[in-house]
């Protein structure tokens, strides 16, 4: 499994993104540029540039037309995937943490950060597809931080776009009905910052990860705790495959929190984990410092890593490891059976 390396950015990644195809890979970092690349053999197609600040998130639409990016400088930008130009700019109330589309891309939401007297929020906006550069420019829902939880750090819209799944500061996730923004309930989740949000292909479960070194699989409609993976680093970033019951995970702990950089060897690594079993069972080494995101490709034949080091790595698994994730389905099986022998 021979990674692709995208050089290009100039600074930390911050979200790497598969279009629906997965032939295409959308990255944003803190330099002010996004980027588009070919996911098969690295090659970048194009950047995208006019934001002035770093770019904290980027979504596609379905069709690969149409991309979102969510930047530190206080405004969100609609561009032409084709061409690159930028059709349409809101200015936000703050520095915008998350955009994403819903799933029939006729709306996004992009979670505006806490700062200076401002509480954060997740706002929703309309998205003028006929006329992209037409657009409204006020969010027509506007869900402001629910009383006495912190700042919302990620969220996502639910299977058929019915809710709006958030994670906060404090390590709660919330929930909210998506049309009205009427708050539906929270759970305390984690003991630290959500760092990421990701759902799974039908978008009724989804996985966190967390500044507490774990991450958690809950279920959509009753904010359930169906899994939990324990890891020994902070976590950035967690992904569901949609091929094989697995879960990459990616983080690490920065250079400044730790005394000698030999400390730091190993821990930049993305960790597969078993879906159902919680088992750690593989990783893959590579970046230079702490892993900022993970995409796994939409037809889970390989994933992509964006990494504090400025550097994106982009593994298609090759047959092997399809060979080595079917034996270990088999142990793990074989191991739960056991368990289950012992105790008769
Ligand atoms: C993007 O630009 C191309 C070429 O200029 C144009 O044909 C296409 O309609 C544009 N797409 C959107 C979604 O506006």
Redesign the pocket.
Known sequence: MRPLLLKGHERSLTQVKYNREGDLIFTVAKDKEASVWYSFNGERLGTFSGHGGTIWSIDVDQ?S??LLTGSADFSVKLW????G?N?FTWSCVSPVRRVEFNPSNDKFLAVMDAVMGHKGDISVFNIN?E???KQDEEPILVIPTYEGLERVSVAGFSYLGKYIIAGHQDGTVSKYDAKTGEFINSVKVHEGLVTDLQFSEDRTYFITSSKDKSSKILDVDNLNILKKFESDSPLNSAAITPLKNFVVLGGGQEARDVTTTAANQGKFEARFYHKIFEDEIGRVKGHFGPLNYIAIHPKGTGYASGGEDGYVRVHNFDKSYFDFKYDVEITAEAAAASKENNQD
């Open positions: 069709k037309e149409l032409n995937v084709s061409n130009e059709v597809k006329t992209p550069t």
